[in-house]
């Protein structure tokens, strides 16, 4: 993915670190208002799609060499303004962390519940009408009417989110302890390790400076080697946590973040 996942969160949490300890009434009042500008600069983008197709072109140089360049001048606005996107959710992330709502589902079941319904349905309903507008079965000409779509589609994108995480904490009061939970558990905790990987995957298929399959795949191709490519991720992950090693992207993190003491692996 062209997006610089990893600077973006490195630099939001650079940016919150202030914040962890403040009051709930400060975190709360500050994720509110970073939904103004976050929201803002994601309708932006969402106004600029509606405008014209967004492709991956641009990404598609010949050379790995030119890629890497290609992306310099751009970087630092999109790292920005990606750090700026994601701030309201990790400071909610942070209230709901000092609470253990989704450490201890199930203490915090009726809330998840509420969550997970009055949320996902907000999120729907909020952004069924850029669907309509991206299945064609609905045009529009009108620059207002398409950054009030925009805006409802991104802002409801957030309640979206906080409803999947909710109803994830749900499932995982009923699901805990079996092979395939802990299977997904030992995934999450070497979640930078695997995101890395199937960059590795994607850039090796899809690039024209590797095998540059991207226009010889159907979408149908394209779902099933994600699903087989998400397999083979948990698959790993679990033996890595058979084994007892932690992800090497997780270690080096832990290594760079505690220099002053020493990093206890277990390998």
């Known amino acids: 993915m062209p997006l610089d996942i990893i600077a973006v969160y490195g630099m939001t949490l650079l940016v919150l670190v202030p914040l962890v300890r403040a009051r709930d009434s400060v975190l709360l009042w500050t994720g509110v208002l970073s939904l103004i500008p976050a929201t803002l600069l994601l309708a932006w983008q969402s106004v600029q799609a509606q405008a014209g197709p967004v492709t991956m072109a641009r990404f598609m140089e010949p ?32 209230w709901a962390a000092r609470r253990r709502i989704l450490d201890e589902p199930e203490r915090h079941a009726p809330l998840l519940a509420r969550v997970t319904v009055i949320f996902l349905l907000v999120s729907v309903l909020g952004r069924l009408p850029a669907a309509l507008l991206a299945a064609g079965a609905w045009t529009n000409t009108s620059v207002g009417v398409g ?7 991104d802002l409801t994108g957030y309640a979206g989110g906080i409803g999947l995480a909710a109803a994830v904490g749900l499932v995982a009061i009923r699901a805990r302890g079996g092979r395939v939970t802990t299977a997904l558990a030992a995934l999450g905790q070497r979640s930078m390790t695997f995101y890395l990987f199937q960059s590795v995957v994607w850039v090796t298929l899809f690039y024209p400076f590797t095998l540059g399959l991207s226009d010889d795949m159907s979408f149908t191709a394209t779902f099933g080697l994600a699903i087989g490519v998400w397999l083979l991720s948990i698959l790993l992950a679990e033996g890595m946590r058979v084994a007892g090693y932690r992800g090497p992207a997780e270690v080096l993190l832990r290594s760079l ?11």
């Open 63 to 94: 050379t790995f060499g030119a890629h890497v360049v290609a992306s310099i001048p751009t970087w630092p606005v999109e790292t920005a303004m990606s750090t700026i996107m994601v701030v309201p959710g990790m400071l909610l992330g942070i």
């Open 147 to 153: 950054w009030t779509v925009a805006i409802a589609h």
């Open 257 to 267: 973040s505690y220099r002053s003491r020493p990093v206890r692996e277990t390998r």
